[in-house]
């Protein structure tokens, strides 16, 4: 399967996406054997409000994409739909015209498993689509909250689409997304006050949300507190588009491939992958870690120790410390049977 997926096969690729969606656990061996190979693709993430116009932006920018011979494979991530409902599909449509070209791939998912599995889900889903060979994987998410951001932040570059009518009043930008984005692109600027946007834009990241940007990327680090001066000297351009129409397209194009040509230039490119491992990393080893202490607690036995800390037997710090000792032991032991 390995060598069909690496050969372009998309019946083998496609049936990898849906057992990483299931989670199945055979996933986890084809993506062990698939890491090698990845590490190639630029990784885009397409965030911002609902009806934007990211899914129009983004078939817009493949069709692009595919006119100067680069391959696409395309994540539309929706967390606000439990199954496959009418915002995707209305995707599918659109991109309708995308389809049998073997140089794009379109892949859409919904919730599964909460947010955070979402986030995991969607990273090895563009794990695979890497491997694969794809030069560009666009993950389109909703921009609403935390989580959505953390999907975002999947990728080497972020992509924040905003609209026109927010006027002067920089308080209307969520402050949060735009820390995140490199490349802000104000679309349907076929609408009145687009140039007002651009402005508001402007001036809230010359006031420095750059500094906070920095903050924010620098904030997931364990491990190297004296590398955190990435990213300072990036200015997120700010485009104006329509992408109904197939406007300014290339201008974004153009954006994503100097915030490309910057991180490669002056290692941040590895330092952004550095720090993502750092986090997928923490998070693996404490979902693993949680997995192993509530393996060798019986419920019976948290249950008991719940009616004590309840009946003020006890505290709720030394009962976790107890339980916390007695299960590292328990863990050494079975260990050391083995
Ligand atoms: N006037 C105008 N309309 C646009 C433009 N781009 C997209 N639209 C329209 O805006 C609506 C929403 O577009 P989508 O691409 O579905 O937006 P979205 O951000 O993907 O929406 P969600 O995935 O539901 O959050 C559609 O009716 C588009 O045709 C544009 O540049 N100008
Ligand atoms: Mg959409």
Redesign the pocket.
């Given at each position: 399967m390995l060598a069909r997926l690496l050969n372009g096969d998309r019946r083998a690729l496609a049936r990898l996406l849906t057992r990483i969606e299931n989670q199945d656990t055979d996933a986890v061996a084809m993506l062990t054997a698939l890491y090698a190979y990845t590490g190639r693709a630029h990784l885009i993430g397409v965030t911002?409000?609902?009806?934007?116009?990211?899914?129009?932006?983004?078939s817009a920018l493949t069709r692009a994409l595919r006119e100067r011979g680069r391959t696409v494979a395309l994540l539309?991530v929706?967390p606000s739909s439990p199954f496959t409902g009418g915002?995707v599909l209305?995707?599918r449509v659109?991109m309708r015209d995308l389809a049998g070209d073997s140089g794009v791939f379109i892949r859409s998912m919904a919730s599964r498993g909460g947010l955070g599995g979402l986030a995991r889900t969607t990273r090895d889903m563009a794990r695979a689509l890497d491997a694969a060979g794809f030069d560009f994987v666009l993950i389109?998410t909703?921009g609403a909250g935390q989580s959505e951001i953390e999907i975002a932040r999947l990728a080497q570059t972020v992509l924040v689409?905003e609209v026109p009518g927010l006027g002067d009043d920089v308080q209307a930008i969520k402050a949060g997304i735009l820390e995140i984005a490199d490349v802000l692109v104000v679309?349907?600027?076929?609408?009145p006050g687009a140039e007002n946007t651009v402005r508001a834009l402007r001036t809230m990241l010359e006031l420095g949300h750059a500094a906070a940007r920095e903050r924010l990327r620098a904030d997931f680090t364990v491990e190297d507190r004296v590398e955190n001066t990435v990213l300072s000297d990036w200015m997120p351009p700010i485009v104006q588009?329509?992408?109904?129409?197939g406007?300014g397209i290339g201008a974004v194009i153009e954006a994503l491939d100097a915030h490309r040509a910057y991180l490669r230039s002056n290692g941040h490119w590895e330092q952004i992958e550095r720090r993502q491992l750092e986090l997928e990393l923490l998070h693996r080893l404490r979902d693993g870690l949680l997995e192993r202490l509530l393996d060798q607690l019986s419920m019976g036995e948290i249950g008991a120790v719940i009616d004590q800390v309840q009946s003020r037997a006890i505290d709720p710090y030394t009962a976790v410390s107890r339980m916390l000792a007695e299960t590292t032991m328990m863990i050494d032991q079975s260990h050391s049977e083995r």
């Open positions: 911002g409000a609902p009806g934007t116009g990211k899914s129009t932006l983004v539309a929706d915002a209305g995707d659109r389109e909703v689409v679309n349907k600027a076929d609408r588009t329509v992408a109904s129409e406007r």
